[in-house]
C-alpha cells in the first residue's frame, strides 16, 4: 500500500473505472497521477484491467520508473511512458495511455487528428504524431525503455495528446480530472471527425476557436460536472443490474 494521502488514490482507481466504463480503456491502457506531495514520484497500478483495479493494486514508482517498495506484482513495462512525460513536463500531473478504437484510425492513417467541435478543442489544438519507427525501426511498438518513453515525451512536447503511429494514444493533464477530460473527449473528437467524413468536407475549429475552447471546458466548474456523471455511470456499470 502506497504511503499517501487517501483520496488521491482512490480517485486513481476510480479514474480507470471512468475511463473503461466510458470505452477509452479495455484490458489494456493505463492511468497515473504525479505523488501530490513528492514531484519525483508517481502512482500507477499492477498489471491488471483498469475497470477491476482496487486500491491495493495501485504501486508507487520513482521518477526513472522503479517501484518504490519491492514488489512481486507485474509491473506494466509502459510505466516508461509515465515516468518519461513527469521528468519533462513539471506541469503535467497525470498520464492516461490508451488505445481507444475511435483514435486508432488517425495512428494509422495520414491524416491529422484536429478539434472539430467545442468539447473535442480539450485534446489540444495540435496532436502530433510520434513514430516508434523514427527512432527505433522494428520494434514491437510497446514503449519499454527509458529512451523511447522520452522520445515520446519529447514529441509530445508542449502538447496534450499524442499519437503513437500504428499503436495508440498518450494523454496528459495537469490534473487526474483533466487528463481524464481529454482522454473521454479527445475521442468523441476522433469519432466525430471520422463520422463528418463521410459526410463530405469538413471544417475544423480554427486554432482561436480551439484555445478558446479548451481554456473555458478545462475550468473546474465543467470538468467536475462531468466527473460527476462519469463517477456515476461506472460505479451502475460495476453493479449488476435489478
Ligand atoms: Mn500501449
Known sequence: MPDAPDAPIDDLVVAGHVLAAEGVIDSFGHVSIRHPGDAGRFFMPRVRAAE???????????IEARPVRPTDARIFAERMIHAAIYRLRPDVMSVCHHHAPAMLPFCVAEMLLVP???????????VPVWDSQDEFGDTDLLIATEAQGLSLARALGPHWTVLMRGHGVTVAGRSLRETVFRAIYGMRNAETLLRAHSLGAVRTLTPGEAAAAEAFNLQPFATDRAWEQWCSRAARAAKPSL
Open 116 to 126: 472539430v467541435f467545442h468539447l473535442g478543442a480539450t485534446m489540444g489544438a495540435t
Open 52 to 62: 477491476l483495479v482496487q486500491r491495493d493494486d495501485i504501486l508507487e514508482f520513482d
